[in-house]
């Protein structure tokens, strides 16, 4: 199905621009070729920090391992996250030119995408760990103590968005609440089994390298899934995605998105006339 999202803007002589048509399965393979890829690049460079003692290989070593930051495999998760904010913020459009219940909920999301994606630049999570551990004795399974805020992040998201997931159409719900399971998996689960290793031996060892790469692959996993998502949710079942945005001299006028996006605004656009 197909909406017109339009404003009282748009005038009769607006211009419409089409977007590039989207096959959303090649967004997929070529996002787990690259995932694939950097899992075996690093699962390589563990192998040459731990069984080498040549310095120039631990460098290119560090350009390839997960539990490393501003590298190869950062890049990569940084992108997914801007790319998981870019899908969302259509979708918030989409759903803002239809007068959508739940607009505010996607863009809610879109703007926690784009934080997500300055702490991966940034790492602010890991300054909570002395804030925390300030407040709270943690140790063990919470030595990084970040994961504690984080948790309740986890629980108050799924409380506040519970009612608009019920309100998607069962596959999308299906797969937001599937990429959230394995993402959070990693980032809180094998993160507390690392901190437990990390507290009984430090970091340099191949059993942290392994599990932070256990951990990370499984973040970005979570993503590709989450992007999948929303695109599939945008272009509905043909797995094709096109935009079309009219736009007069001054501002965008008119919206058209096809797939459950259209059709779930559409659906309750015609519920609202009806009452």
């Given at each position: 199905?197909v909406?017109?999202?339009?404003?009282?803007?748009?005038?009769?002589?607006?211009?419409?621009?089409?977007?590039?048509?989207?096959?959303?399965?090649?967004?997929?393979?070529?996002?787990?070729?690259?995932?694939?890829l950097?899992?075996?690049?690093?699962?390589?460079?563990?192998a040459?920090?731990?069984?080498?003692?040549?310095?120039?290989?631990?460098?290119?070593?560090?350009?390839?391992?997960?539990?490393?930051?501003?590298?190869?495999?950062?890049?990569?998760?940084?992108?997914?996250l801007l790319?998981?904010?870019?899908?969302?913020?259509v979708?918030?459009?989409?759903?803002f030119?239809?007068?959508?219940?739940?607009?505010?909920?996607?863009?809610?999301?879109?703007?926690?995408?784009?934080?997500?994606?300055?702490?991966?630049?940034?790492?602010?999570?890991?300054?909570?760990?002395?804030?925390?551990?300030?407040?709270?004795?943690?140790?063990?399974?919470?030595?990084?103590a970040?994961?504690?805020?984080?948790?309740?992040?986890?629980?108050?998201?799924?409380?506040?968005?519970?009612r608009?997931?019920?309100?998607?159409?069962?596959?999308?719900?299906?797969?937001?609440?599937?990429?959230?399971?394995?993402?959070?998996?990693?980032?809180?689960?094998?993160?507390?089994?690392?901190?437990?290793?990390?507290?009984?031996?430090?970091?340099?060892?191949?059993?942290?390298?392994f599990?932070?790469?256990?951990?990370?692959?499984?973040?970005?996993?979570?993503?590709?899934?989450?992007?999948?998502?929303?695109?599939?949710?945008?272009?509905?079942?043909?797995?094709?995605?096109?935009?079309?945005?009219?736009?007069?001299?001054?501002?965008?006028?008119?919206y058209?998105?096809?797939?459950?996006?259209?059709?779930?605004?559409?659906?309750?656009?015609?519920?609202?006339?009806?009452r």
């Amino acid at each position: 199905m197909v909406a017109y999202f339009t404003s009282s803007q748009v005038q009769s002589s607006a211009q419409t621009r089409l977007s590039p048509s989207i096959k959303i399965i090649r967004i997929d393979l070529i996002l787990g070729v690259a995932l694939l890829l950097l899992v075996f690049l690093s699962l390589c460079g563990t192998a040459m920090t731990y069984r080498s003692g040549n310095a120039t290989l631990h460098r290119i070593a560090d350009l390839l391992l997960f539990e490393e930051e501003r590298n190869l495999p950062t890049l990569f998760n940084f992108v997914l996250l801007l790319a998981n904010m870019g899908a969302l913020a259509v979708a918030a459009a989409c759903a803002f030119g239809g007068k959508d219940r739940w607009r505010w909920h996607w863009f809610s999301l879109s703007a926690f995408f784009l934080l997500l994606a300055y702490d991966e630049a940034a790492q602010i999570h890991e300054g909570l760990n002395e804030l925390v551990g300030a407040i709270v004795n943690t140790g063990g399974f919470l030595a990084f103590a970040w994961v504690i805020p984080g948790a309740a992040v986890v629980l108050l998201m799924g409380i506040g968005f519970s009612r608009f997931l019920l309100a998607l159409p069962r596959r999308s719900a299906t797969l937001f609440v599937l990429s959230a399971a394995i993402y959070v998996s990693g980032a809180l689960g094998v993160e507390m089994i690392g901190a437990r290793l990390w507290a009984a031996n430090g970091w340099d060892n191949i059993a942290y390298s392994f599990l932070a790469t256990v951990e990370e692959s499984l973040e970005m996993a979570g993503l590709i899934v989450f992007l999948h998502a929303i695109l599939m949710f945008l272009a509905g079942p043909g797995g094709t995605l096109q935009l079309e945005v009219q736009r007069s001299a001054a501002r965008v006028g008119a919206y058209r998105c096809e797939g459950e996006a259209a059709s779930t605004v559409a659906r309750r656009s015609g519920d609202a006339s009806a009452r």
